[in-house]
Nanobody, 126 residues
Framework: QVQLVESGGGLVQAGGSLRLSCAASGRTFRYNAMGWFRQAPGKEREFVAAISWTGRTTDYADSVKGRFTISRDNAKNTVYLQMNSLKPEDTAVYYC???????????????????WGQGTQVTVSS
């Protein structure tokens, strides 16, 4: 059974940093694009960042460009999201997602992802 498990969320002051991890199990995702999305209370889920299967191509939402960095360690079947200069508007539940199709590039549309984690809460206080 495929599982994506996020960790690393928590409460942080504005300007601080957090590093989210998403560990996959049940199959390898080394050949698959992966992404991060988030959902704030009362809002729709939105794209945050994505990384291609090679790790050479990334994509970011405009709201996080220059502050967040997505990376992957295929040996560990894990994708990361380094979040710096956090703002209160970054508060949300963050979800990891994986594309089941191999050889894909970084994708920003949630409909293109097949596997999802349960989410980890990130709260940024002002």
């Amino acid at each position: 059974q495929v599982q994506l498990v996020e960790s690393g969320g928590g409460l942080v002051q504005a300007g601080g940093s957090l590093r989210l991890s998403c560990a996959a199990s049940g199959r390898t995702f080394r050949y698959n694009a992966m992404g991060w999305f988030r959902q704030a209370p009362g809002k729709e889920r939105e794209f945050v960042a994505a990384i291609s299967w090679t790790g050479r191509t990334t994509d970011y939402a405009d709201s996080v460009k220059g502050r967040f960095t997505i990376s992957r360690d295929n040996a560990k079947n894990t994708v990361y999201l380094q979040m710096n200069s956090l703002k209160p508007e970054d508060t949300a539940v963050y979800y990891c997602a994986a594309d089941k199709s191999p050889g894909t590039q970084a994708r920003s549309s949630s409909t293109l992802y097949d596997y999802w984690g349960q989410g980890t809460q990130v709260t940024v206080s002002s």
